[in-house]
């Protein structure tokens, strides 16, 4: 139990494009989801916290209107990352924490590597 | 916000042996939880441990949430425990803080 699906599990766009990564919580429902982002050689760093249902919580530093968070259900949160560019190439994980059961801990997803050309 | 340090920043091991990585955190937490990030960036749970000892198979894992630190043990490695291993803390409902990990190569 307790897994988290991540689509597409990579993507290679042109600059200038937007992709979509979606984050689902297959076998349970989960209110808040979390997103993270990983460089090479470097550890995960949080991006924007998404509560369904509501506006997400975007970390210092993170562009929210570059980076769009949608939670529309208890088992599916979406990133859009907007006009993409090299530098936003990186590794994007998601994160989810069952409504039911322990409450702190966490599933993540397998990631997203999307590399912007 | 909450510091996770981990150590050793890498490990090389023979086949065989054992090893503890020790992570240390700055402030009181409710989830801890310790990863293997695979050679796919896959982060594999291995434990979820605010305190106390777990064991699974040849990983195990002692909190010791009074004095803010956990520890990981890992016996008799094997080349596929290869890899980066994480530490992550978080307080209630919130998201996790993931130290800079510990790399770890075993060669047989």
């Known amino acids: 139990g307790a897994v988290v699906s991540q689509h597409p599990s990579w993507v290679i766009c042109k600059s200038g494009t937007s992709v979509k990564i979606e984050c689902r919580s297959l076998?349970?429902?989960?209110?808040?989801m979390f997103w993270y982002r990983q460089f090479p050689k470097q550890s995960l760093m949080l991006m924007a916290t998404?509560?369904?249902?509501?506006?997400?919580?975007?970390e210092q530093g993170v562009e929210k209107d570059k980076f769009l968070i949608n939670h529309a259900s208890l088992t599916l949160s979406t990133l859009t990352v907007t006009s993409a560019h090299p530098e936003d190439s990186s590794f994007y994980i998601c994160s989810a924490r069952p409504v039911a059961g322990s409450y702190n801990e966490q599933f993540f997803g397998p990631g997203t590597r999307l590399t912007v050309l | 916000g909450i510091q996770v340090e981990q150590s050793p920043p890498d490990l090389i091991l023979q086949e065989g042996a054992n090893s503890t990585l020790r992570c240390n955190f700055s402030d009181s937490v409710n989830n801890l939880q310790w990863f293997h990030q695979n050679p796919w960036g896959q982060l594999i749970n291995l434990f979820y441990?605010?305190?106390g000892t777990k064991q699974n198979g040849r990983l195990s894992a002692t909190t010791v949430a009074t004095e803010r630190y956990s520890l990981l043990y890992i016996s008799s490695s094997q080349t596929t425990d290869s890899g980066v291993y994480f530490c992550?803390?978080?307080?209630?409902?919130?998201?996790?803080?993931f130290g800079k990990g510990t790399t770890l190569s075993v060669s047989s």
């Open positions: 992550a803390v978080g307080q209630a409902g919130t998201a996790l803080i």
């Open positions: 076998d349970f429902q989960a209110t808040t």
């Open positions: 998404s509560n369904e249902g509501s506006k997400a919580t975007y």
């Open positions: 441990i605010p305190s």
